[in-house]
């Protein structure tokens, strides 16, 4: 059954005469007979009800044309829909991104697209590395925006720009006048940890293994905001990556010399998934943009 069967047969009940339904369709007239007798064969019963060249449902017809109607209308419907979240310029972008990357980071990176492509629209998902991952493995989304990169097989990853890692103490610490420092200047220091749930963990936890850094880990945090608050109430230090929403009062950040004290921030998508114009646009805006900044 195809849907030019379909649209042929509700034309043949609307006009109820087969001559003047090929005309409007612009086919020939015994083009259209078998393509009805063909879809009364598939269906095993008649259609119509025929004297001489006008046709009329019969009740086998009439509760098919009812049918065919709503069936038709939602697949119009679907098309329009399609077509409107594909358009190049007025679509969808699925977007989701690790949580401290909503604090600036993303809203900005919005803000500036919006005023070129005011009429896109963004479906956003905010959360672990662990989740954003699944979200585009799994075809939630179309882009994720995450630091570190996802490392799994299939997914296309494109750097965005590259944030230093900062020592982060008290205002009142002893290191608290300090420009730079090394990481081996805070051994014994009370550690302020993220969770291994943040993607950012497996960074540092790369930086002190090179460094050869072991920090004295004195409490874990579920999120870096959390760190940053541990650090501002005077609890401890920690290594976190250069961002606005992270600079608490009573903190003091200062530059580690440590070589690869860095944390990459990227946007990936999967190879094989399709990008609609406007995910395509809003990707490549996120690589021109991002490359101008310095921090998350």
Known sequence: MELNQLEYFLTVA???HVTKAAETLSITQPALSHSI???EEELGVPLFERTGRTVQLNRYGHLFASRVTDALREIRIAKEEL?????????VVSLAFGTILGTH??????????????NIRFELFQ???????QLLESGQCDLCIT??????????RESLLTAELYAVVPASHRLAQSESIYLEQLVNEPFIEVNRTCGLRE?????FQSSGFHPNVKYTAEDLHTVAGFVAAGLGVSLLPQSRGLRLEGTHWIKVNDPGCTCEVGIEWKEKHYLTPSARLFRAFAQEVSQQ????
């Open 83 to 91: 077509a409107e979240l594909t358009a190049p310029e007025s679509g």
């Open 37 to 39: 007798a063909k879809l």
């Open 293 to 296: 900044r310095d921090y998350m």
């Open 147 to 156: 630091s570190p990169a996802s490392s799994k097989s299939g997914i296309v």
């Open 14 to 16: 609307s006009l109820q």
């Open 105 to 118: 980071f993303v809203p900005e990176l919005i803000q500036k697209f919006h005023a070129i492509y005011p």
């Open 127 to 133: 959360g672990s590395c662990a989740y954003t991952l």
């Open 203 to 207: 960074t540092i936890d790369t930086v």
